[in-house]
C-alpha cells in the first residue's frame, strides 16, 4: 500500500498535470494551412503532433500546385515526407515547455517540482528523454507536453557531471583523439580521453552525449 505521503505526491502530479495544459487549449482552435507552413511549425496531422522540418511549393506545369513537405513527429522523433495541397487546413499544435526541478526518483517514479508552487510531479520512466541520464538531483529541466500530456523532459545543454569509475589516466598523456569509457555520477557511460581520472568533473552536450572538456 501507498503511504499517505506518496499517495499525496501523486495527488499534486494530478494537479500540476492539469495546469501543464497550454493555456490556449480551451480556446477555438486555429488553424493553418499547408500554404502557410513555415520550418518550425507544429500542427496536428493524423492524430499526431508533426514539425515541418523542410517544406517547397511545388507549381507543375500540369496539374494542381502543392507542398511538398517533410516533416517531424515530436514525440516519437519519426522523420516523413509527404505533399499536401497549398488549402490543406490543420489546427495549430502548442507544444509548451515548462522550467521544473529534478528532485528524486523512488520505486520507479521521477519526481519533479513547480519551483512557483511547490506542488511535486511524479513521472515514469517511458515519460523521459534519452539524454535524462544526465541529469543529477536538484538539477533545472524543462518538462514538455502537448494538451496536458507530458512525453519528454530535457536536460539543460550542458551539465557538469563528475566521473566516478574509469581506468587511470595517463600522465602526461593529452590526446583527445584516443578515448575510453568512464562511468559519470548519474550513471551514464561515455567515452572520454585517456588522460581523464576518477573525480574528474567533465562538461558534456547533453544533445550527443559527448565529452566536451575538463572543468
Do not use: W
Not at 80 to 102: C, D, W
Not at 204 to 210: A, F, L, Y
Amino acid at each position: 500500500m501507498l503511504c499517505e505521503s506518496a499517495v499525496k505526491q501523486r495527488i499534486y502530479g494530478i494537479k500540476l498535470f492539469q495546469k501543464i495544459q497550454h493555456p490556449l487549449r480551451n480556446k477555438r482552435c486555429q488553424m493553418i494551412t499547408a500554404g502557410d507552413f513555415r520550418n518550425g511549425v507544429t500542427f496536428e496531422y493524423e492524430g499526431n503532433v508533426m514539425q515541418v522540418v523542410e517544406f517547397q511549393h511545388v507549381k507543375p506545369g500540369k496539374g494542381a500546385a502543392f507542398v511538398r513537405t517533410k516533416m517531424k513527429n515530436v514525440i516519437t522523433g519519426a522523420v516523413i515526407e509527404t505533399s499536401f495541397n497549398p488549402t490543406a487546413k490543420f489546427e495549430n499544435a502548442y507544444v509548451e515547455r515548462k522550467e521544473m526541478q529534478y528532485l528524486y526518483q523512488d520505486d520507479g517514479l521521477y519526481y519533479f517540482m513547480d519551483m512557483e508552487t511547490y506542488e511535486q510531479m511524479p513521472l515514469n520512466e517511458s515519460q523521459l528523454s534519452d539524454n535524462f541520464k544526465f541529469v543529477k538531483e536538484n538539477e533545472m529541466v524543462k518538462i514538455v507536453s502537448y494538451k496536458g500530456n507530458v512525453f519528454s523532459v530535457e536536460p539543460p545543454t550542458f551539465v557538469e557531471l563528475a566521473v566516478t569509475a574509469t581506468e587511470p589516466g595517463i600522465k602526461g598523456d593529452t590526446a583527445t583523439n584516443v578515448t575510453k569509457p568512464a562511468t559519470l555520477e548519474t550513471g551514464a557511460v561515455i567515452k572520454v580521453p585517456i588522460f581523464i581520472n576518477e573525480g574528474d568533473v567533465l562538461k558534456i552536450d547533453t544533445r550527443t552525449g559527448e565529452y566536451l572538456s575538463r572543468c
